[in-house]
């Protein structure tokens, strides 16, 4: 047992030391985090700076019947576009009277939108070929090169505007740039240099947080370990636990005691956020995920038959429409139109009899394509009123009720949630992102369905266990300094 005990020690003074100041950093700029993230340009903002469209435009706009991709019809610098996704972040724009290829945004353009979004003149700008700080991620590659303007308004802003799909990709200002920088950029490593080489990056952070579970867990144990029984008689004290006197050695042992298990499982569910459940734990016998299935891409020969003529008298309300998207919806072409909210879109499906507002899609509708789009699986359809455990709204993206609720009877008893509004399938777990969904939103960010519904708590109980994390992080880099300091005398001896 005493060698045993010893090599844990070993285990522990070694792992500890080695990531003690990372441990510092992570706790501390998760105090940041819990208020403020990465920055990011707002969907809802850039939305809201989109023109109306008008009758005129929708009389001389063409059908799209030779483009492909995900479409979506708005107006840039007062004249209508189509834009074409294709993958995460790629598009094409095209002049929807002419149907000619935007292949490029004008600096002058590209100031006259920056301006317009902020209210505010230019100070500098500046033509980047390659990502930076506040752009690291891989997939903007496809968006380059881009215009970064620095504006002079009061909050410092500035904005990235691609020269390829002339859209904001970026916005910061001075507080949220400091912020990140306290916060989001030395917790999560974003690191510009280690998301260009994303298989290296990956591997570091991962190996960074392995070594810092074998630190929190051999602690948790020595922790234990070395209690102290209280002799017959003693005060009841917190130094009573622990057979240390020196003050630093003492309070990581307590607060390590007290908030070792939540240090434990922060580092754990931080590693299991930068990869999946590895299969061979839970498995996957799906080869398509159920969105791809379900939200079929939209096939725009369906749409050839009519105008956008068409569908503009077919409007109820024919004022404020800032976006129009082709969808294809339980095999049928809709349009998706939005006016003043970004996430909520009224519905036109496109029938033999002509064009028609779509409110709701019944049980039997969801049915009749769930049995088309999964054919031989038996399933439960429900409606669902109230959000449960698995959906529930984000600070990204409002989730509508009521819903339908699909359990498939299948290998990865997969659960479906469909708006009973779009027919859209909105989100979907089996049994891999189920245990995904636990053991990362949950013990990392608390995210209870209890303590989601009192935000105040949450939030309280997560800063009472940074406090915590934090005494036991500080007083670890300490002991940690002090043991190189000794090695080191040791060696000159």
């Known amino acids: 047992m005493s060698k045993l005990k010893k090599l844990l020690l070993q285990i522990h003074d070694l792992s500890g030391s080695l990531l003690s100041l990372m441990f510092v950093i992570w706790f501390l700029s998760g105090f940041v985090l819990i208020y403020a993230g990465f920055p990011h340009a707002s969907r809802e903002e850039r939305f809201m700076h989109l023109s109306f469209l008008e009758q005129s435009d929708f009389n001389s706009i063409q059908m799209p019947s030779n483009l492909s991709g995900r479409l979506e019809l708005e107006k840039r610098s007062g004249i209508p576009v189509y834009r074409a996704y294709k993958g995460r972040k790629s598009q094409k724009v095209y002049n929807a009277i002419s149907l000619a290829e935007w292949k490029k945004c004008s600096e002058k353009e590209a100031l006259a939108l920056a301006e317009d979004f902020v209210g505010a003149k230019t100070l500098a700008v500046q033509k980047i070929d390659e990502l930076d700080e506040w752009i690291p991620y891989s997939y903007y590659h496809v968006l380059l090169p881009m215009y970064k303007i620095s504006l002079d308004d009061e909050e410092h802003t500035r904005l990235y505007i691609s020269e390829k799909s002339g859209s904001i990709v970026q916005e910061t200002t001075r507080a949220s740039r400091w912020a990140a920088r306290v916060g989001a950029i030395p917790h999560w490593v974003y690191l510009r240099s280690l998301y260009q080489q994303k298989a290296f990056g990956a591997t570091l952070v991962t190996s960074l947080a392995f070594i810092g579970i074998l630190a929190s867990l051999s602690g948790l144990i020595v922790g234990f370990i070395r209690l102290r029984k209280r002799k017959k008689g003693e005060k009841k004290q917190w130094q009573a636990f622990t057979p240390y006197k020196k003050f630093w050695y003492k309070w990581h042992h307590i607060s390590g005691f007290v908030f070792g298990f939540f240090v434990f499982t922060f580092i754990l569910s931080g590693l299991v956020s930068l990869t999946s459940i590895p299969k061979w734990m839970v498995s996957v016998h799906a080869k398509v995920s159920p969105q791809k299935v379900w939200n079929q891409s939209p096939d725009l020969r369906q749409f050839s038959e009519i105008t956008m ?109 469909v708006s009973s509004n779009s027919g859209e399938l909105l989100k979907s777990y089996n049994s891999n992102q189920r245990w995904r969904r636990w053991s990362y939103r949950s013990l990392h960010a608390l995210d209870f369905p209890f303590l989601k519904q009192h935000e105040w708590l949450r939030k309280l109980i997560l800063i009472v266990i940074l406090i915590g994390g934090s005494a036991v992080s500080i007083s670890g880099f300490v002991l940690g300094m002090l043991s190189i300091k000794r090695k080191c005398k040791k060696r000159k001896k």
């Open 309 to 417: 003529s068409d569908f503009w008298y077919a409007l109820d309300n024919k004022k404020e429409i800032r976006k129009v998207v082709f969808k294809s919806v339980m095999g049928k072409p809709c349009f998706w139109l939005y006016r003043n909210h970004f996430q909520t879109a009224e519905i036109y499906s496109v029938e033999e009899q002509g064009i028609h507002r779509k409110e709701h899609y019944s049980g039997e509708e969801v049915r009749q394509w769930c049995e088309k789009s999964f054919p031989e699986v038996a399933y439960d359809l429900q409606e669902q009123k109230e959000y449960d455990a698995y959906y529930q709204p984000t600070g990204m993206a409002t989730r509508p009720l009521p819903v339908w609720q699909i359990n498939l009877k299948d290998a990865d008893h997969t659960r479906l949630y």
